[in-house]
Every structure is written in C-alpha cells, then in structure tokens.
T-cell receptor
Framework: AQSVTQPDIHITVSEGASLELRCNYS??????LFWYVQSPGQGLQLLLK??????LVQGIKGFEAEFKRSQSSFNLRKPSVHWSDAAEYFC???????????FGTGTRLTIIP | DAGVIQSPRHEVTEMGQEVTLRCKPI?????LFWYRQTMMRGLELLIY????????DSGMPEDRFSAKMPNASFSTLKIQPSEPRDSAVYFC??????????????FGNGTRLTVT
C-alpha cells in the first residue's frame, strides 16, 4: 500500500526567506507525486506534479520540487516566500492505473514579517 | 470554468438527522471523488466514481454513508442517520479523462458539516 509522510506539522518562515517542506513516500513502483496547497476555507489546489522524466519539476507560484528515488522523497521548495504563501501544504502519492491518491497529513506554513 | 461546486458550504444538524451533500463536477470531467477532512485523520478518500459508476467505496466508513452519481454533472453524499463524529469538512473533487492518476484533482471549496 502506498503512504506519505510529512514530518513537519507546522513551519514558520520569515517573509523573503527560503522554504523547504519535506515529503517522504512509500510505494513499490515508480510513484506519481503531487503537491497541493489549501488556503483557509478553500479546497486544495494543485501546485505541481511528477510522473517521470526530469526529477526537478516546476510548479505554479514559484514552487519547485525534486524527486529523489534513493531517499523516497519529494520535497517542496521556494527560494523566497511571500506572505500570501501562508497555507496548508499536502503531499500526495498515486500510481499508474490507480486513481486513488493518498495524502499526507499536511504541513501548515506560517509567514512572519 | 466555474470549478467544482459544492453545496451547502456549511451544514449544522442534530444527531440522527439525514444530511445530503451535493457536488457538481467540472464539465467534461469523468472522475469524481468524495473526501473527508478532519484534524485527527487528515484527508480520507471515501468513494470515487468513473463515468458515473462507483469504482471504489472502501473508504466509506459505515452503511450510514451512501453516495450516488445519477449523471455526469451531479453527485450526492448522504449520511443517515448522522452522528457527532461525522463532523468534518467534506470535499468533492473531479478530474478530466486521461491516463489513470495522470490528471490532477480539482477540488471544490468543501462543505463544513457540524453534527450536534
């Protein structure tokens, strides 16, 4: 069975600082990996996805993520955060032939001035 | 594109009452998912449909929960009778045709259910 671990429940970052949110997955074959963002009172919005090919993927809002098979990780990064990035971030894993995504428990990001 | 539309946004009901949550997926999307979000359990997939047919309902917690998709533009999630532990935010999501798991999910804004 596939699973996702987001080890950080809550992260606080100063505006303008760099950000890295961690995600580790467990899956026997090549996974499909996603990062979603959820603003308060809203549904989840896709930031980026990885299926194959280049292990560094670019997403919306200046986010990127790197797939590292050897570490079973898919960490999300942003060079300089903005106050509007404050939200909850979810990593998710899926697989070819399976539409069921398994979501991590989320990381809440707080931005301080 | 209006996005995935869920109604109501908020529902407060008493234990034992029937609750019906509604979802209109994005036009042209052929897969529809119902998720439940709680602080304790995070995001859980309850059931999903493909071309209006339920594919996997293994996440439906109990027989009190049922879901239907009578046509491509409408789905309901019903809880009867409701219990306080059903209190959560329920999300509907849809995705467009494509290779399995290749199409991203588009989420609605959710229905916040409170059962007293």
């Amino acid at each position: 069975a596939q699973s996702v671990t987001q080890p950080d429940i809550h992260i606080t970052v100063s505006e303008g600082a760099s950000l890295e949110l961690r995600c580790n997955y467990s899956y026997g074959a090549t996974p499909y990996l996603f990062w979603y963002v959820q603003s308060p009172g809203q549904g989840l919005q896709l930031l980026l996805k990885y299926f194959s090919g280049d292990t560094l993927v670019q997403g919306i809002k200046g986010f990127e993520a790197e797939f590292k098979r050897s570490q079973s990780s898919f960490n999300l990064r942003k060079p300089s955060v903005h106050w509007s990035d404050a939200a909850e971030y979810f990593c998710a894993v899926g697989a070819f032939g399976n539409e069921k995504l398994t979501f991590g428990t989320g990381t809440r990001l707080t931005i301080i001035p | 594109d209006a996005g995935v539309i869920q109604s109501p946004r908020h529902e407060v009901t008493e234990m034992g009452q029937e609750v019906t949550l509604r979802c209109k997926p994005i036009s042209g999307h052929n897969s529809l998912f119902w998720y439940r979000q709680t602080m304790m359990r995070g995001l859980e997939l309850l059931i999903y449909f493909n071309n209006n047919v339920p594919i996997d309902d293994s996440g439906m917690p109990e027989d009190r929960f049922s879901a239907k998709m009578p046509n491509a533009s409408f789905s309901t999630l019903k809880i009867q009778p409701s219990e306080p532990r059903d209190s959560a935010v329920y999300f509907c999501a849809s995705s467009e045709p494509g290779s399995r798991a290749n199409s991203p999910l588009h989420f609605g804004n959710g229905t916040r259910l409170t059962v007293t």
